[in-house]
């Protein structure tokens, strides 16, 4: 038949005479990244998908795999998606190479904004555009490859992205249809599958009220002006934990208030994150750029405030739900913590319930489905190359 190819690790798959089954490959190589909202996206997104196809909720005659390198860790359980390792190589070496051989002839998802340069169906989700927008926060060497490799993706892969705002940006700067990305949210949903630990919360925070702010301790994290807007506080009027892996050189020589008040927790399990974000007056969200912003959704959640920054997609996820302030207004965030502070417990309440609703926007389950559409619908392949149809 055209266009079938032999059982094997690449190809369309031949499971009964004269049919032809599609093949899905998952690219999993973030799954040998350290963790951040890029991987979480990925990793909830396949577990989302696995679900849909366990339950019949995603109904296609595609065989899906997860490939992934040999060094990486699956921390979840895998139902209707099989697992395949191939390749000792994490780096960028691993897609070009060795997962453009694995996925040879077969739809290639790539969840973490990078995947083979030449793949013919492949849908990539970049996450934002802070490459382009803000080049000042990434190594030369980082800028070189992710810029360069991202204008090429938007010549020969689909698109998609985890907010219209940068949709938006994306399509500008790299110069592609807007119609043509496809946005596929970020979700909440598992934050709401864990207890939260509220003992290990307390170990952390102490009985006094705090804020907290979550996200790995980068530039564009904008975490200074949390702490400047912290220090203008009443002292002794609450402490600010800080969730996320640390790293000193973010505040130069800039010392850690001696009181103790500032809290550096390091990265926490989502049950710890869970308990924080519960018994905390407010998430602090002070972001300079931000494709979507997981914190937020998160805090909503867990039922607690949100004080975020007016930067790129975090008006679009938080609208009528958070408080905001300018990223660079140390003072504006000082006084929104002390309203806080001080605020009656109806508003309090109010703001909170408008947050749940506001949950109901974004699902990691939804997201996965518009992930798996777009990648099966019929799309690009090269010349002469018969297109498969999706089941």
């Not at 009964?16 to 990244?33: D, E, H, P, T, Y």
């Not at 997609?313 to 938080?318: F, G, K, P």
């Not at 309440?349 to 939804?366: K, N, V």
């Amino acid at each position: 038949m055209p266009g079938c190819a032999a059982n094997g690790a690449s190809g369309p798959v031949r499971r009964a005479k004269g049919s032809c089954v599609m093949k899905a490959v998952i690219n999993g190589r973030f799954l040998a990244q350290p963790m951040s909202g890029v991987q979480r996206y990925a990793g909830e997104i396949v577990q989302a998908l696995d679900a849909a196809l366990a339950t019949g909720a995603i109904a296609h005659d595609v065989e899906w795999v997860l490939v992934t390198p040999e060094p990486a860790e699956v921390p979840f359980d895998l139902r209707a998606i099989r697992l395949q390792r191939v390749g000792r190589w994490i780096d960028h070496r691993w897609d070009q190479v060795t997962l453009a051989q694995a996925a040879r002839g077969a739809r290639l998802l790539s969840l973490a904004g990078s995947g083979p340069l030449l793949h013919p169906r492949h849908l990539v989700v970049i996450h934002d555009a802070a490459v382009y927008r803000h080049p000042e926060h990434f190594s030369r060497a980082y800028r070189l490859v992710h810029a360069t490799a991202g204008r090429i993706l938007a010549r020969t892969a689909r698109l998609a992205t985890v907010s219209e705002f940068s949709r938006d940006e994306l399509a500008a700067i790299l110069k592609v249809p807007g119609s043509a990305i496809r946005v596929a949210p970020n979700g909440w949903e598992h934050l709401a599958r864990v207890q939260a630990d509220e003992a290990g919360a307390l170990r952390l925070a102490g009985e006094a009220p705090f804020f907290v702010t979550v996200g790995n301790l980068t530039r564009n994290k904008n975490l200074s002006v949390a702490i400047e807007a912290f220090r203008r506080l009443e002292p002794g009027a609450a402490r600010l934990v800080v969730v996320g892996r640390a790293d000193a050189r973010i505040f130069g020589a800039e010392p850690v208030p001696a009181d103790g008040n500032v809290i550096f927790a390091g990265r926490q399990s989502d049950e710890v994150l869970a308990g924080l974000l519960r018994r905390s007056r407010a998430l602090i969200f002070p972001s300079l750029y931000e494709g979507f912003g997981i914190p937020p959704l998160e805090a909503m959640a867990a039922g607690t405030r949100v004080l975020a920054s007016r930067a790129a997609a975090v008006v679009e996820v938080c609208d009528g739900v958070a408080d905001f302030f300018d990223a660079h207004d140390a003072d504006g965030l000082a006084r929104l913590m002390g309203a806080v502070l001080a605020e009656p417990p109806a508003i309090r309440a109010a703001r909170i319930e408008a947050g749940r609703e506001r949950l109901a926007r974004y699902s990691w389950a939804r997201s996965a489905r518009l992930l798996a559409q777009g990648l099966l619908s019929p799309g690009r392949v090269p010349a002469g190359e018969p297109e498969l149809a999706a089941g």
